[in-house]
């Protein structure tokens, strides 16, 4: 009896000491929680990321009340440059010498990829919200520390490209930014063209940044091409946009399209030139009161309304330190994996869920710019024409390339959309 009671004692310690040990795992490490964003703030992408998206997280770290169970946030923020060497270095250094625990940004998908991988390789947890080639949750998924979480070339292909084929805009000529992202978006819209009834006619790379587009317009416009594609972004679209109209494009027939446009865009360029162009967006801060409501206070500390990425940086960073809340940890994995089981629902996401593959899927939204008698305000610039659910706007995991993510699904671990 003596003996049994002893093991009985020394099986409750034994008991007690690993209890012990996974309440020290659970600890939020360094007992500060860090974020790191490396963005665009200087250049092509700047207006829709930058300084901006810098607020908006810091408007997720004041919701949260500026700590995490007892854990103060701190926020670092510097510029990649569009150059995804220097945005590796500025991330190794903050991992290894700051011990970050999320990497937030990436917005140039070549930025956005080496990143993925560099805190794959470290164990960090990653967001990426301003890159938007569908390749970070296909061949380069890393879906046990990373997330795509803003939008990806599939559901603005399956947005804007279909919805100009439905009015009978069959024939397509692309102009295409000679990197990542724009060729990742190229090939998703010639693919949405191709399966919906259209055909290509014609495609042209222009280098990555571009002041003079005339050469590349010129070409478009001898295609005959019913729909020009503009499979680029930022400054780019802007640029485009505007030597399309100076060369007369859209009022001799033809028509834009800009696969990837921004409020910024069309706040720079104007209701004049931009009107009527159809895009497809994960956020519109005059959606509903929860939009209105956020955007309001994006506003007063930024002096503008937030591009759909700005929003996005918001919601990830508040999702993140929720689930560091619910978990106790701030470990990387444990947090991602928390991540994909809760319902992602703020200013910014509408139905929205995490998938196995690392991709945040929630609603997205069609909408043509305004002309400027229907404008009545400052950034009253869209008209929502649907909502399209997530489950139709982006790839399923069954026909994407992340064979991790397919496994975790034949296991029954996994979601599918």
Known sequence: MKC???ILLAG?????????????????????????????????????????????VQMAIDEMGGEVNGA?????????????????????????????????????????????????????????????????????????????????????????????????????FFITADYTFGHNLQKTAANAVTKNGGEVVGE????????????????????GAQVIGLANAGTDTQNAVKQAQEFGIVQSGQKLASLLLFITDV?????????????????????DDKAREWSAKFEEKTGAKPSMVQAGMYSSALQFLKAVEATGTDDAKTVIAKLKEMPIEDAFARNGKVRADGLMVHDMLLAQVKTPEESKEKWDYYKIVRTIPGDDAFQSIEDGLCDVAKASLASGEGQSN
């Open 72 to 172: 103060p946030i701190e926020l670092l923020s510097a510029d990649h440059q569009n150059k995804s060497d220097i945005g590796s270095n500025i991330t190794r250094q903050w991992i290894d010498q700051e011990n970050v625990d999320l990497i937030l940004g990436g917005t140039n998908s070549g930025v956005g990829i080496a990143l993925q991988e560099l805190t794959a390789q470290k164990g960090v947890a990653y967001i990426n919200n301003g890159g938007a080639s569908n390749s970070l949750t296909n061949e380069a998924c890393a879906p046990e520390t990373a997330l795509h979480w803003t939008y990806d070339t599939d559901a603005l292909a399956n947005g804007t490209a279909v919805a100009m084929l439905e009015e009978g805009n069959k024939s397509w």
């Open 204 to 223: 042209v790379a222009a280098p990555f940044p571009t002041q003079d587009f005339s050469s590349f317009l010129l070409q478009a416009q001898s295609s």
């Open 267 to 287: 706040d720079a360029l104007g209701l004049n030139e931009a009107q009527g162009l159809t895009l497809t967006t994960g956020f519109y801060w005059d959606l």
């Open 12 to 56: 409750a310690a034994s008991a007690l000491a690993v209890s012990a040990n996974a309440q020290d795992g659970d600890k939020i490490s360094g007992d500060t929680v860090k974020i790191g964003m490396v963005l665009d703030m200087s250049g092509a992408y700047s207006s829709l990321d930058g300084e901006g998206s810098v607020a908006a």
């Open 4 to 6: 049994l009671k002893t």
